[in-house]
């Protein structure tokens, strides 16, 4: 299993990024596939994440209403729309995949020790 994010940069307060997790070598069908962040000196913390089976999501309160994920399946990607962007998510941010149980409501479940994958992350600045 091969995940290979991209997209990450440096983005001013208010601005928008748009994170990319191409997956290759596993049957991306039968996982969820998201997102999770670790900001310098903090603990990891679940951002979002898609079951791909049936489309359900699962955001963190921090993001909701500003970061929308979606996937291709026919590429194999899963996609992290980031707008109203704040130096609190200032953080690298790494895609993983997982058992779907794990994807679910805040997404608080969806951190390292819980997926079976992850990539090796891309960072996300955004200054004031």
């Known amino acids: 299993v091969q995940l290979v994010e991209s997209g990450g940069g440096l983005v001013q307060s208010g601005g928008s990024l748009r994170l990319s997790c191409a997956a290759s070598e596993f049957t991306f069908e039968d996982y969820a596939v998201g997102w999770f962040r670790q900001a310098p000196g903090k603990e990891r913390e679940g951002v979002s994440c898609i079951i791909i089976g049936d489309g359900a999501t699962a955001y963190a309160d921090s993001v909701k209403g500003r970061f929308t994920i979606s996937s291709d399946v026919a590429k194999n990607t899963v996609y992290l729309e980031m707008s109203s962007l704040n130096p609190e998510d200032t953080a690298d941010y790494y895609c993983?995949?997982?058992?779907?149980?794990?994807?679910?409501?805040?997404?608080?479940?969806?951190?390292?020790?819980?997926?079976?994958?992850w990539g090796q992350g891309t960072p996300v600045t955004v200054s004031s």
């Open positions: 993983g995949a997982g058992n779907p149980y794990y994807c679910s409501g805040d997404a608080r479940m969806w951190i390292m020790q819980h997926l079976e994958r």
